[in-house]
């Protein structure tokens, strides 16, 4: 080869370095962020800018643009339903943190149920569903097409032919499994499916895998709704599974129904770019018996499509204002650098702090990386309980006396930053209890983790336990 294609090549790679360096620079994003992409760029100038096409930033802006059409839409026209209720001024105080970023505030509830397992929360939805009058609005991360799936399909084209209006959204990563085939019974009956950021090989520029809807919802009529950590599968009950996963979900009634119907539809007309029209009769005026005056309840809703994260602020928030206890259930414990300070200084200032994770995940790579995490908790005065029984899916956090939250997001970057994800925030009374004894009966069935275990790895689990933590913003 000769100098004069040399030289141009070195100037070539040169010019490369400094332009791709000045787009990233100029976006502004974390410092690790920019740097690890600057090196991807430079060092595999092919691969890198292939990952980057997938899963950059510029890519997530265009599709921010598009989600934001569908949150202004909603935002727009339920201006003026959702009236906040006045809680304690500490609830207010958290409270006001999600509703400033956007979210809504605290609403009226009424008739809220914690289910502790999938057989209860499922017999609880088909009931729901079976009595709708008017419509059935219903999104899942994950929708198998198992005897729990097509129990619940059956249900909603069974609605659908008896002139209920159904839509269904199902994630495009989670739902993998599910054909359109076996979708296609629901559209004949006349309901409407809508995949969430579908995979699509031959157009992956358009489409990126990790951005995805890790939400659960069901809404009927407007005045009854069901949040938490349950998917719809076999593996969640009683009903198909002895080995089935210890989960929590919830279910209530009230203004604050309208709060998950708004992000129901924020992710339909993102997924279907419809126009939803006549939006004022899917927010009825409600009549329900307040059973708990003192209640209320805040659905937050979080994802990439916004840099405020309000659910990373949110549990931020809790955990540093924790007076008396900060109680934790997650199946993947993977806390950044603000919720790992968050629960230190909680625990160092005499708040009792625990948590409890699977002794045995779903994911061999997120239980090592959460184990890298022990030491340090240890040290601080968490406690730290491994669940024996069976992987519990559980995403639950109990504050003090008279602050609770049932939500799909788990204790993990991918929940915080990467996945849409919900969280369901009871301020009061009724909630909390019923948390509160959960946790007691799951740390009955679970081992606590103590220096003497930690230290009793070798030295090969300490080394793949902290390569996986290396892995921590992905996971």
């Known amino acids: 080869m000769s100098t004069e294609v040399i030289t141009l090549l070195s100037v070539a790679e040169v010019a490369w370095i400094i332009v791709a360096s000045v787009v ?3 976006q502004r994003r974390s410092a690790a962020a920019t740097l690890a992409w600057i090196f991807a760029l430079i060092f595999l100038p092919g ?6 096409a997938v899963i950059g930033p510029r890519r997530l802006e265009r599709r921010r643009l598009r989600r934001k059409i569908g949150k202004r839409a909603m935002r727009a026209a ?3 339903l959702l009236a906040a209720r006045a809680g304690s001024p500490m609830h207010a105080r958290l409270a006001q943190i999600p509703t400033t970023l956007g979210e809504a ?4 509830v009424a008739n809220m149920r914690v289910f502790l397992d999938g057989k209860s929360a499922y017999d609880a939805i088909y009931e729901a569903i079976s009595k709708a009058k008017k419509h059935v609005h219903v999104e899942y991360y994950i929708l198998e097409p198992d005897r729990a799936g097509q129990r619940l399909r059956d249900l909603l084209i069974e609605k659908a032919r008896a002139g209920v209006e159904v839509r269904l959204i199902v994630d495009g990563t989670g739902s993998l499994s599910l054909r359109e085939r076996w979708l296609a019974p629901l559209r004949e009956a006349g309901a409407e499916v809508a995949w969430f950021n579908p995979i699509n090989l031959f157009r992956v520029w358009f489409s990126r895998p990790d951005f995805r809807t890790h939400r659960k919802i069901v809404v009927c009529d407007g005045v009854l709704g069901f949040t938490g ?15 089935h996963w210890r989960d929590t979900h919830m279910r209530f009634e009230g203004d604050a129904v309208w709060a998950l119907q708004r992000a129901f539809f924020e992710d339909w007309v993102y997924a279907t770019s419809k126009k939803v029209t006549a939006v004022e009769r899917y927010f009825p005026k409600l009549s329900v018996t307040d059973d708990n005056p003192d209640d209320a309840l805040q659905i937050v809703g979080s994802g990439p499509d916004s840099d405020e ?6 549990f931020f928030a809790v955990i540093t204002a924790a007076r008396k206890r900060v109680w934790i259930t997650t199946p993947y414990f993977i806390p950044d650098e603000a919720i790992l300070m968050a629960l230190s200084a909680a625990a160092l200032s005499g708040v009792d702090v625990r948590v409890i994770v699977p002794l045995k995940g779903d994911s061999r790579i997120v239980d090592m990386a959460a184990r890298s995490y022990f030491d340090e908790m240890l040290a601080v005065g968490v406690k730290i309980f491994e669940y024996q029984p069976r992987f519990i899916h559980a995403k639950t956090l109990v504050i003090d006396d008279d602050l609770a939250i049932v939500s799909t997001a788990n204790l993990d970057n991918r929940s915080f930053k990467l996945d849409f994800e919900l969280a369901a925030v009871a301020y009061g009374g009724s909630v909390n209890p019923a948390l509160s004894a959960a946790f007691v009966e799951d740390q009955k ?3 606590l983790v103590t220096r003497e275990i930690c230290e009793s790895r070798t030295w090969f689990e300490r080394l793949g336990q902290a390569t996986a933590r290396l892995l921590s913003p992905l996971l």
């Open 24 to 26: 990233l620079i100029l």
């Open 47 to 52: 691969i890198g800018l292939l990952f980057y």
């Open 78 to 80: 339920t201006e003026g």
């Open 105 to 108: 505030p605290p609403l009226p």
């Open 229 to 243: 950590g349950m998917n719809f599968a076999e593996c969640h009950t009683s009903e198909f599974r002895e080995d």
């Open 309 to 314: 994260f309000a659910i990373h602020k949110l």
């Open 445 to 447: 069935e679970s081992r």
